[in-house]
């Protein structure tokens, strides 16, 4: 442990802490508990404390965390669905007995709308009722009021489930329109307002002729009265390409299906899912297209692309879409928007590439790329919810490092560890790898991070570690209870609804008794600066076309073994890209240019300046008549010594009476098998090769051969 009283910037974050910050852990047993995170008094560090009161519920299958911030609820084997409820004196209490869920314990999945008033449930699909006259089949797919229980208020029956279509209703985010897919795959997308289920007020198709099936739908997070913004997808199928479209009620959707006019429309011909990201005030959306084979080879993952779509009637997009142009071109690993609204003009961070893959900032509005953060092995982006902090991390199958940036000076927060007063010693090793991550996430006040190793993807070293919001720590390591494989999810709870979302900056630097800890390991000095021209354009970093090498050849084309411990040192060796800002490309004036701008006559010749010339060179004397006439002779000569040889042999070639005698014989041999065949099936050209026999034979009489 660290000694106490090291570090001075302990003040500061213990105000951030007053912030009410909880987690919900749940282990294989079913039991799931609240936990407070609570700092230690005289260190930076922080403890996972359970709530007072009945923070643990057992029987648990699941726990999902309201969007209004203060319920969590619990589905239960026994009960259904739990409530409990985070109230603003830090204590977890029961709801009222009389609040319960009926007939809620098979369900397996949940989603809540935006203000957290109401939540959707999925169940395995039942058999249908054959005791009663009619044949009926169990609704499977429910929809909850979030506030009093009850029975539910609205359901429909679904055979299949799919995650990349879940949840199959929606709500826009006033929840004044509700929008329903009937099924993993249907043919229409039904449209509610007000909740009321029992009127249908439109049924979007996505074409009226060939009735494509829609797998996918989200709707904008847009606040405006009486308007809903929403996508449909439809995939290829039996040749025709997939198709996205954006569609807007009531304004965009007429009374048929014919006179629908999207506001965004396009076709793929290799998308087989597509993942929509909406911009925090839903102007823009960020469409990742997917397909499990790529036609070129050159990834075994399959391909992507991304796109940014427009809400908004700008004339510029022309309904259509952006392709962006990523900065190294390759898979797309991850890609998100800055939640900030406040953001005069939205950005988005996107990471692609073959590893080690390139993180780039993007406009949001042109899709032009603004910043570079550099090569390194990533494929994962956790923004805070403040939108001021950034996580770069490389989990699943990469080694578990981490990156924590902060957005508004570009560039990665610094780090300072304690020290030893008396030696100098930092007293900390650096912690910014976190291998084996299952589950991560940020603390609602933006100022923590956690990453949790889970179980079944991890059955040994269980457990939840916390970092600071630059990568210090862990300064919590909690395995209590939960080694070597018994924590199956942990997770903060978010932020308050309406609760407003301070954009604190970077604590200041400790005054004494921490020094700054460098994150650039050894023999990759170089990766922070940059190798290119400050000046080049964007989209500059490409895939290089190599000749293709055999195996038994690659060892020594390379210059090293092609063993997995080799390549990675021959990586860590090489440069790479670093951070840097993109420069536009813009025009240049040429240097050497001599053209004098301004006004000038349509078809005049541009007027040489005379400024432009370089003086103090004494000018070269004009060559006379006669040095002229002498120098043309000269080349004159050359030429028809190097053109004799050439002519010589082409005339000796024209004029060889043996080779020439050698082609008329084989001509007439043609003729002759002309002359077998039936004239009336004999050409233009074939005719007219007889005709000139009789020339032939005189030629070849001749030569006298």
């Not at 009265?225 to 199928?237: C, I, L, N, T």
């Not at 991890?458 to 300064?475: F, Q």
């Not at 021209?533 to 970093?541: D, E, L, Q, R």
Request: aromatic share 8%; hydrophobic share 30%.
């Amino acid at each position: 442990t660290m000694e106490k009283s090291k570090v001075s910037e302990t003040s500061s974050d213990d105000k951030m802490r007053e912030i009410d910050t909880k987690m919900v852990l749940r282990t294989k047993d079913g039991v799931s508990t609240i936990y407070d995170v609570v700092p230690v008094v005289g260190t930076s560090n922080v403890n996972l404390v359970p709530s007072s009161g009945p923070s643990k519920i057992l029987h648990t299958t699941f726990a999902c965390c309201s969007p209004n911030g203060v319920h969590v609820f619990f589905q239960t084997s026994n009960r259904g669905i739990v409530r409990r409820c985070c109230r603003e004196d830090n204590k977890v209490v029961e709801d009222d007995s009389g609040v319960t869920w009926e007939d809620s314990q098979g369900v397996q999945y949940m989603a809540f709308s935006p203000l957290g008033t109401y939540f959707v449930t999925f169940e395995r699909p039942s058999k249908p009722d054959t005791t009663t006259t009619t044949t009926t089949v169990p609704n499977n797919v429910k929809v909850w009021n979030a506030q009093n229980g009850g029975a539910h208020i609205y359901g429909m029956f679904c055979k299949t489930f799919s995650k990349s279509s879940w949840p199959y209703i929606r709500w826009s985010n006033n929840e004044e329109f509700c929008l329903a897919l009937t099924s993993a795959a249907a043919k229409e997308i039904l449209i509610y307002a007000n909740n009321d289920f029992q009127t249908c007020l439109k049924r979007v198709r996505m074409n009226h002729i060939t009735e494509q099936l829609i797998t996918s739908f989200s709707i904008a997070p847009q606040t405006a009265e009486g308007v809903v913004v929403f996508h449909a997808f439809s995939p290829e199928k039996k040749g025709q390409p997939s198709r996205f479209v954006l569609l807007r009620y009531p304004d965009r959707l007429g009374a048929s299906a014919e006179k629908q006019l999207p506001l965004a429309a396009k076709s793929f011909f290799q998308a087989e899912e597509v993942t929509v990201k909406w911009s925090p005030r839903g102007d823009r959306a960020i469409v990742l297209t997917q397909t499990s084979v790529d036609t070129t080879g050159d990834s075994y993952y399959g391909s992507t692309q991304l796109h940014l779509f427009s809400t908004d009637e700008d004339p510029s997009m022309n309904n259509t879409s952006i392709q962006v142009s990523l900065e190294k071109v390759g898979p797309v690993s991850s890609v998100e928007w800055c939640p900030d609204k406040t953001k005069k003009v939205s950005c988005f961070l996107a990471i692609s590439g073959k590893m080690p893959a390139l993180a780039a900032l993007y406009n949001g509005l042109t899709g032009q790329p603004i910043y570079i953060f550099g090569e390194q092995h990533r494929n994962t982006i956790s923004w805070s919810p403040s939108g001021r902090f950034f996580c770069l991390a490389g989990f699943g199958n990469l080694a578990g490092g981490m990156d924590f940036m902060d957005v508004n000076k570009s560039k990665k927060i610094p780090q300072y560890h304690p020290i030893n007063e008396t030696t100098g010693e930092v007293l900390v090793t650096y912690g910014n790898t976190a291998p084996s991550a299952g589950s991560f996430g940020w603390s609602p006040d933006s100022r923590m991070f956690h990453v949790s190793t889970i179980a079944p993807r991890m059955n040994v070293d269980n457990g939840v570690r916390i970092y600071k919001y630059n990568g210090y720590g862990p300064i919590c390591d909690y395995t209590e209870q939960l080694l070597p494989d018994k924590l199956i999810s942990a997770e903060f709870l978010p932020p308050r609804l309406g609760e407003p979302l301070a954009e604190r900056p970077q604590s200041p630097p400790p005054c004494r008794n921490a020094k700054l800890v460098e994150s650039i390991p050894a023999g990759n000095a170089n990766r922070g600066t940059s190798t290119t021209t400050p000046g080049i354009s964007a989209n500059s970093i490409g895939t290089v076309v190599q000749a293709y090498v055999p195996p038994s050849a690659r060892r020594a084309a390379s210059g090293g073994g092609t063993t997995l411990a080799e390549r990675l040192r021959k990586e860590k060796e090489s440069q790479t890209i670093g951070a840097r800002k993109v420069v536009p490309a813009q025009y240049t004036k040429p240097a050497s240019s001599s053209i004098v701008t301004g006004r000038t006559i349509p078809g005049m010749a541009p007027i040489v300046s005379s400024s432009n010339k370089k003086k103090g060179k004494p000018k070269r004397p004009a060559a006379t008549k006669e040095e002229i006439t002498d120098e043309q002779k000269k080349n004159t000569s050359v030429n028809n010594q190097e053109e004799e040889p050439a002519v010589a042999e082409s005339s000796a070639t024209a004029t060889d009476p043996e080779k020439r005698a050698k082609k008329i014989n084989k001509m007439l041999k043609q003729i002759e098998e002309l002359k077998a065949r039936d004239p009336s099936q004999l050409n233009d050209d074939q005719k007219k090769k007889i005709g000139s026999e009789s020339a032939l034979q005189e030629e070849l009489a001749g030569l006298s051969i």
